[in-house]
């Protein structure tokens, strides 16, 4: 005899109807007037299912019935309940994040492959851990001791080029990990990029077609930017290859900063050091736009008085006036691309590592 189910009177009773709707309380949820958190038990008694039930339905709610998952999601949102993500991957041994690593925030094609990043990653329950870089390498290694702390289950890095410790790091992880926005003949892992070099070549070869004799180029090459470095190198190789016995010409900001402030210095700078520039190409959208916005203030004339580049395509680059011609590149679908290699990995539908090159395109639009 089942002695739950016994009357007042001691005599067996009727049993207590089993919930088949939401709707049908067993009891009303927990008080948040209590200091007590809200636990899984709460959630079971009131969706009438065992703690376990309610368990493999937040980590597997594709195997368990919808009349379930109903039930379960109902309970959670009626109690409030907050799943404990740390107790459960501790018990798993599995962190469900990955960590990405960028130089900056402010740059709109960081965050487009975030957004990507993020697009194929969440849905399959994983988390972000993002660290910005402020394109310091030795705080790239030191957010990488911090990161790996954590236990990511994945890693997203922007470039190709590391400390020797964060390479070690990174290699003896035994995680997946994705480098990006770059080439490399020698990647740890994983690659999802193009090749800044080409890019600039590209570009170079572009404005001598259209007839520019005096090329300068212009940026912020600190020794943690490789991929700016890459692309003052690759001006100077097209440069000399294009226009022979023209004077390479490069201004270097000196600074690290990479704003729009910096770029209307470099304009000053060249027009005062380099006066006979006909074109000025910027290692980024954001010392272009910064550079095109003073011009337009103070009434020099693009591409007549002098031509402008960018690299990046960042968003502002086809509103500013006259709209900026510079090199594109597939911000998101590097993000998205990079994603799925990591999901790959991380589920074990594959063990091999990939390297996919996304490429780039020359966008000619007003200022050159």
């Known amino acids: 005899m089942d002695i739950r189910n016994l009357g007042p009177d001691g005599q067996p009773g009727k049993a207590k109807p089993a919930v088949t709707t ?3 309380r067993v009891q009303p949820p927990p008080t948040r007037r209590s200091t007590r958190s809200v636990t899984l038990s709460d959630v079971a008694s009131l969706a009438n299912v065992s703690p376990q039930t309610v ?3 937040i980590r597997y709610p594709d195997l368990v019935s919808e009349r379930t998952l ?3 999601q109902w309970a959670i949102t009626t109690t409030g309940y907050v799943p404990n993500l740390a107790a459960s991957n501790l018990a798993s041994n599995r962190s469900r994040t990955v960590a990405a690593i960028i130089p900056s925030l402010s740059a709109s094609v960081f965050a487009d492959a975030l957004h990507g990043l993020d697009a194929v990653l969440t849905p399959s329950g994983y988390q972000l851990f993002v660290a910005v870089t402020d394109y310091d390498p030795r705080r790239e290694e030191e957010l990488l001791r911090t990161l790996m702390g954590r236990r990511p289950e994945g890693v997203f890095i922007v470039g190709t080029r590391h400390t020797p410790a964060s390479t070690a790091l990174l290699a003896g992880s035994g995680v997946p990990v994705v480098e990006t926005w770059n080439w490399t003949d020698d990647p740890i892992d994983n690659l999802v990029g193009f090749s800044n070099r080409d890019a600039i070549a590209a570009i170079v070869a572009h404005v001598v077609e259209k007839g ?3 090329p300068t ?3 912020s090459f600190g020794a943690g930017d490789w991929r700016a470095i890459d692309r003052q190198a690759s001006f100077r190789e097209s440069v000399s290859r294009l226009l022979p016995g023209e004077p390479i010409r490069v201004v270097d900001s000196g600074t690290g900063v990479v704003d729009m402030a910096t770029g209307v210095e470099l304009l000053d700078r060249t027009r005062a050091e380099h006066p006979e520039t006909d ?3 910027f290692a980024s959208d954001v010392f272009a736009t910064g550079a095109v916005l003073e011009c337009t203030r103070r009434g020099i004339a693009m591409p007549d008085d002098i031509a402008i580049t960018g690299f990046g395509d960042f968003e502002v680059a086809k509103h500013l006036v006259p709209t900026l011609t510079t090199v594109s590149v597939p911000n998101t679908e590097i993000g998205t691309t990079a ?3 990591l999901l790959d990995r991380m589920t074990g539908a594959t063990a091999e590592s990939s ?3 996304l490429g780039f395109t020359v966008m000619p639009r007003e200022s050159a």
């Open 55 to 57: 368990s493999r339905t």
């Open 22 to 24: 939401p709707e049908a």
């Open 355 to 357: 390297r996919v090159d």
């Open 212 to 214: 520019y004799r005096h």
């Open 279 to 281: 074109v000025l190409m």
């Open 217 to 219: 180029f212009a940026g």
């Open 70 to 72: 109903e039930r379960v």
């Open 339 to 341: 994603g799925r290699l």
